[in-house]
């Protein structure tokens, strides 16, 4: 960042461990796996990931889900066929687009995508759990102006 500590060297203000953190946490999200037992059938994160821009929304393109998802459209395509056969998601046609299809969740899609998103909302609860209310709230403060802010950048 420009400033230099009494000896010259650069100081980074904590971002470096900032990123590392950041990086620590995507990697533990992303590892967080719903047993079997709690669906009756397997799941892993990135099913759960490409689902979510669909929730309590009206069907979207698959170029919309991308986008939301930061994915190539040649991603989300490949991912979408198997949540397709797995009964999670329909195509349907693009009544303002005869080229297009749109994607919607199934009721089994809605009550997966519900399932697993209170499974982790239980598994995060259960480490805040002996958090100080002031510190949950501060931390809810920060990631929001953070993410916020760096979505802005984007």
Known sequence: MGNC????VPQDFGLIALEMALA???????????P?????RDID?????QLSP???K???RPTEIATQLALDNSTISRQLQKLELQGLIQRTADPTDA????????PDGEQILELVASA????IGGVISHWEPDDVTCLLHYLARFTNELEGEI
Request: no cysteine.
């Open 5 to 8: 500590d009494d000896n010259g």
């Open 24 to 34: 620590r946490l995507g990697r533990i999200l992303r590892r967080i796996r719903i």
């Open 36 to 40: 079997s037992s709690y669906l009756n």
């Open 45 to 49: 994160i990135n099913s759960f990931w």
């Open 54 to 56: 669909l929730r309590g």
């Open 58 to 60: 009206k069907a979207l």
């Open 99 to 106: 080229r297009a299809h749109l994607i919607a969740l199934t």
């Open 120 to 123: 982790r909302r239980e598994m």
